[in-house]
């Protein structure tokens, strides 16, 4: 490419109108700022202290000017802002359903994906042009940032929360990925690369157990896909009886912990009265910090995990715990 590029390449839904966005408030700002300069040097040099120019029908305060110059710049503020944070909550808001769902962790100084068939990749993501993709993603020590330039997103990765980002590719190609976060000594080496596959090819790779090489990456940094040996909710479910989870959790809420079938998304009532969603955060902290929302009817005695299991493995049960998604009824219904 020649010349100076003044935006990254546009590869997701997102990417245009955050652009226009953007352009927009950088014309409105190059506009008044130039209009104030010029302003403020024709008046200096033209009412300057031993000119001649006329004085001549000075006033005070002029009502019109007043309005002009205060109703403007406001409804001007209140547009962008309303603009802006209609594209802020899409971008940051509920990904749609039918997302692919990946998940990220972040650690000095590398990125570690984990797709759902159990493929991993170190500083390296592949996924479909064309279809909308989640990312939830922690850390495992420090705040690191998420930033796919050519998408147009960055999210904040923490360590101890859960924090999401979604976005559609909308164009095969390979892409920048960064650390975004002044994390330490490496920093400016956490960074990676995206690859958006054709849907087909996507399937491919898929097939591949990720071990396929698009394009380029043959000579890659040598960051290598990891084969996958089990799915995440495969590799959830084994720890999950490792753990001896199921023996207080069991397939009705008749053990000494509540069920984990049906769990996922819903509504659960609380020891001390309050309701909290079983999403992705409540269950990381239900497993690290058992007493800290003891469900109603329950008694604090589950034994804390905080220390014992990697992000890795917690996303792994997280997975499982969110796959038990048959209800008591539809349980009771399979077993004899
Ligand atoms: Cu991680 Cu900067």
Redesign the pocket.
């Known amino acids: 490419m020649s010349g100076i590029q003044l935006l990254p390449e546009r590869a997701s839904e997102f990417a245009q109108r955050v652009d226009v966005l953007f352009l927009f408030l950088a014309t409105v700002t190059v506009f008044f700022t130039l209009l104030i300069a010029v302003l403020v040097i024709f008046f200096a040099l033209r009412y300057r202290k031993g000119s001649n120019a006329s004085r001549a029908g000075a006033k005070d305060t002029d009502l019109r000017l007043e309005i002009g110059w205060s109703l403007i710049p406001l409804s001007l503020g209140l547009f962008t802002f309303v603009w802006a944070s209609r594209l802020y909550g899409e971008v940051y808001g509920p990904a749609p359903e039918n997302a692919l769902e990946i998940f990220v962790i972040?650690k000095?100084?590398m990125w570690h994906i984990q797709h759902p068939s159990g493929i991993r990749e170190n500083n390296q993501l592949h996924i479909p042009a064309g279809r909308p993709v989640k990312l939830t993603m922690i850390s495992q020590d420090v705040i690191?940032?998420f930033y796919i330039p050519a998408f147009r997103i960055k999210r904040d990765v923490l360590p101890g929360k859960y924090s999401t980002v979604w976005f559609t590719p909308t164009k095969p190609g390979k892409y920048h990925l960064f650390?975004a976060?002044?994390?330490g000594t490496q920093?400016s080496r956490?960074v990676g690369t995206v690859y958006v596959l054709e849907p087909a090819e996507y399937e491919r790779w898929l097939a591949s157990g990720g071990e396929m090489r698009v394009g380029e990456t043959a000579s890659g940094t040598g960051t290598v896909a990891g084969v996958a040996t089990a799915s995440l909710v495969q590799a959830g479910e084994k720890l999950y009886n490792q753990l001896r989870c199921n023996a207080c959790h069991g397939l009705k809420d008749d053990q000494r912990g509540p069920t984990h079938y049906g769990l996922f998304g819903k509504k659960v009532k609380l020891r001390d009265g309050t309701t909290v969603v079983a999403d992705e955060a409540y269950i990381r902290e239900s497993i690290l910090r058992p007493t800290a929302k003891v469900v109603d009817g329950y008694e604090p005695i589950m034994p804390s995990y905080e220390g014992l299991l990697s992000e890795e493995r917690l996303l792994q049960l997280v997975a499982y715990i969110k796959s038990l998604q048959k209800t008591e009824k539809q349980v009771a219904e399979v077993k004899p």
């Open positions: 972040g000095q100084w690191h940032s650390c976060e002044y994390c920093h956490m």
